[in-house]
């Protein structure tokens, strides 16, 4: 999960530490998956998935998501809700803390960075975030001030903790002919950020992006954690620039339970159906045989900063950090979002 990072457009993220270094940079080996265990996960099938990855704790985007999918489900089978992680953050109050995590887990989910740190017995990664280089160190601070906070309202709550820390990292989908694989960071690693947006556009990324696709056997990635939305088609099989070369699609929703676009204080969530989604979507495109778009979550406004600075007054680490995003939203071109893998990136601010 990002916050205010300064990564520059077109700049593949410094590797984030394995071992040691500044709390909130490092990346626990136990994060560390492989693409090839995405090939080998459960299959799980469904006619329509709403991936919703950083909900961070926001009552009124989790229901309006639920609102989005029972509107669905009554023409037609019930499409199936995965949580990519992050669905914790902001929720540090204890009825809060349970009623976010007592809804989710009625659903498909699996770990992100800040639930796998509720079940670890020291602090050595801070929130888990694996921050590259370019993170200014104010914001890591922050953060792991956040996530301190957060995992003491989780060991007051060990029934639902032990239930969190029992997910897995990873999940396999099967939609229609589509296979999707659901992570939180990147193919490899829980907290990795190869597909945060700057990333997929760095031409260096290319070979593992590609390498990626083929250890997962996956046609498409859907992924969460940078928190900068991103929809993009990358060559995974064939050969390059022939007429037998694929194209597989990596779609990172940014945050479900945040503003992510400029003029726009919705969140967004992605959508992989046999069918267009019913609901208005910032982009849909034709993808392996089904509909791939992300969708606006567009929750009560009000109520959420209400909740937030219930939690966060003024002066508190998160509000420093989010509420600037939270009240107004970000510096961020829908068209940085939905460019294509081989277009030029522009300036924006992922938070």
Request: proline share 6%; glycine share 8%; aromatic share 8%.
């Amino acid at each position: 999960m990002n916050l205010t990072s300064s990564v520059s457009p077109g700049v593949l993220p410094s590797p984030a530490k394995e071992s040691n270094g500044e709390l909130g940079r490092i990346c626990p080996v136990r994060y560390r998956y492989g693409a090839a265990a995405i090939a080998q996960a459960p299959v799980r099938v469904a006619d329509t998935l709403y991936v919703v990855g950083g909900l961070y704790g926001n009552l009124a985007a989790l229901d309006e998501v639920e609102r989005m999918v029972a509107a669905e489900g009554v023409h037609g089978p019930a499409p199936t809700l995965c949580f990519n992680g992050d669905f914790n953050w902001f929720n540090v109050d204890d009825a809060r803390f349970a009623a976010i995590n007592e809804r989710v887990l009625l659903h498909d989910a699996i770990v992100g960075n800040v639930e796998a740190e509720f079940a670890s017995d020291d602090d050595d990664a801070g929130c888990g975030c694996a921050y590259p280089d370019q993170v200014d160190a104010d914001v890591v601070t922050r953060s792991n001030l956040i996530h301190a906070r957060l995992k003491a309202t989780a060991r007051r709550h060990p029934a639902l903790a032990r239930r969190i820390a029992a997910l897995p990292m990873l999940a396999r989908y099967q939609v229609g002919a589509c296979r999707v694989g659901v992570v939180h960071g990147d193919a490899d690693s829980l907290a990795g950020w190869r597909f945060d947006v700057a990333a997929l556009d760095d031409r260096s990324n290319r070979a593992w992006l590609r390498d990626a696709f083929c250890r997962a056997a996956v046609d498409v990635f859907a992924s969460t954690h940078t928190c900068l939305p991103a929809l993009r088609a990358m060559p995974m099989a064939g050969t390059p620039g022939s007429d037998d070369e694929t194209t597989g699609w990596i779609c990172n929703n940014g945050a479900s339970g945040m503003p992510n676009l400029q003029g726009d204080l919705a969140g967004l969530c992605t959508r992989i159906g046999l069918t267009p989604s019913p609901h208005a979507a910032i982009h849909e495109v034709r993808a392996g045989g089904v509909w791939l778009a992300l969708v606006p979550v567009r929750y009560d406004v009000a109520r959420w900063q209400a909740e937030f600075l219930a939690q966060w007054p003024p002066g508190s680490a998160a509000w420093e950090s989010y509420w600037p995003r939270i009240s107004r939203g970000l510096d961020y071109a829908l068209s940085r979002a939905i460019a294509t893998s081989s277009a030029a990136t522009t300036g924006g601010v992922s938070a």
